[in-house]
Each structure stands twice: as C-alpha cells, then as structure tokens.
C-alpha cells in the first residue's frame, strides 16, 4: 500500500474489512487522476509483485469493478 500511495496520480487508496459480515472479505477502493494513472499503476513492479503473490491467499478470482465517477464533494 505504501507504494500506491506514492505513485504519481494515485488520489485515493485504502484497502477495508467488514470484521463483524464479512471478516475474510477485503474491499479495496482507489481512485485516480486519470486512465495513464491506473495503467502506471498496474505496470509497476510493486504491482506485478503483488500480482503474483496474491493467488496463494485468496478463496477463488478477484472481483474488480472499474467505475465512472459521477459527482465528488
């Protein structure tokens, strides 16, 4: 997470647990400045470090949903 959070573009990073519904479910929410920023993101070594390593934790395949902004306050 450090990593991510120092990448240029990188607005928003957090990674959540519901401990009391969901205690093995981990959601995490990022947001960046633009579609170069979320490529950056996904080519970088960290990522691809992380990439690899994550199969070996998980119960089956990631879900990830890319969202379209509509309004932010």
Same mark, same amino acid.
């Given at each position: 997470? &450090?990593? &991510?959070?120092?990448?240029?573009?990188?607005?928003?990073?957090?990674?959540? &647990?519901?401990?009391?519904?969901?205690?093995?479910?981990? &959601?995490?929410?990022?947001?960046?400045?633009?579609?170069?920023?979320?490529?950056?993101?996904?080519?970088? /070594?960290?990522?691809?470090?992380?990439?690899?390593?994550? /199969?070996?934790?998980?119960?089956?395949? /990631?879900?990830?949903?890319?969202?379209?902004?509509?309004?932010?306050?």
């Amino acid at each position: 997470m &450090v990593h &991510v959070a120092k990448e240029p573009g990188t607005l928003y990073y957090t990674m959540n &647990v519901d401990k009391k519904k969901a205690p093995s479910t981990i &959601v995490i929410l990022e947001r960046y400045k633009d579609k170069a920023a979320l490529d950056a993101h996904s080519s970088a /070594p960290h990522f691809k470090e992380f990439s690899a390593k994550i /199969p070996s934790f998980l119960a089956g395949k /990631p879900e990830i949903t890319i969202m379209e902004e509509l309004h932010s306050i």
